[in-house]
């Protein structure tokens, strides 16, 4: 899907995973595609500019279920395939029917069946086809090991080409070079640990896995546009807690059926916290949290001035 790439600074070639989707946002598969990757702060005229080109790669599982899949089925989280080659935890791949399209990423795989992150949506029939749809490209070594160019925070971009349905797409992403890799600040049992009751009010219902990452991911977004490099929190108490209030937030308001019952009351409390906590961030009272060169891990100081410095 479309968004920010990140290549972790000092690993050598790194893969970029991309996955196209049609005018309506439905993903498809593509047999062919290319790419060029620049580094967007040269000019265009600069022989800098372009750092790699070529044909995007899509690997080779093609292959069917062999038993229905989805909606009506007692486990709509796993699908039984003709084939398992080549198939890995971790990656996507596209379950489709002549009438619908569903991404299924992989987190386990036990004999023929793959178990997917999240609930396959719709329903599909033994011998719809399982498949490829990531295309892969090639970050290169040079940039990204180039110490230059995390000090200079450099910025890249990888332009994607391929045709879908006889349509052609031109499609950019970012691609940012960074220290750290960029995975959840909490665990599931860090979140049940902090507030017990969540693990029964879900009953099953939402992924609390689901509420870290998309937690995450806000606490990330309010402190960048506060001013304030995410990582410096990634380790410290505040961040934490920051990450584990708004997690909390979401698996409640999920679950909730309106904005009067228990559930939704106790999101509202979560809020609350995880507001003023924020506000004691980007209003200028850091705490423990130490303040860290994006570039160097050095101690630094700056000044604080946030978006999302509530009234």
Known sequence: MIGEQRVIAGQG????????????????RVTSATYVIVDIDETEDSADREIATGSATLDAVNTTISAAAGQGQSN???????????????????????????????????????????TISG???????????????????AEANDADALDEQRRYQIVWTYTIEGKAFVTPQLVTLVRYTGEAWLTEAD????????????????????????????????????????????????GLTLVRFKAI?????????????????????????????????????PGRAAKLSQTTDEAVSATIQGLFVKP
């Open 13 to 28: 070639n790194q893969t970029l995973r991309f996955i196209p989707v049609n005018t309506r946002g439905v993903p498809s």
């Open 249 to 285: 937030e979401y698996a409640l308001r999920w679950i909730s059926r309106d904005a009067q019952d228990v559930d939704a009351s106790m999101a509202d409390k979560f809020e609350q916290r995880f507001d003023r906590l924020m506000r004691s961030i980007v209003d200028g009272a």
């Open 76 to 118: 709509a989280l796993t699908a039984t395939l003709t084939s398992t080659t080549n198939v890995e935890v971790g990656r996507t791949y596209l379950l489709s029917s002549a009438a619908r399209r569903s991404l299924v990423t992989v987190v386990s795989l036990t004999g023929s069946v793959v178990t997917a992150a999240h």
């Open 123 to 141: 329903s599909y029939a033994n011998g719809d086809a399982f498949q490829s749809v990531e295309l892969e490209a090639t970050f290169p070594s």
């Open 191 to 238: 979140l049940v640990r902090a507030y017990p009751a969540v693990a029964d009010r879900i009953r099953g219902r939402i992924s609390l896995a689901d509420a870290i990452t998309v937690a995450t991911d806000d606490v990330t977004a309010e402190l960048e546009s506060s001013g304030e490099i995410a990582e410096n929190y990634r380790l410290g108490r505040m």
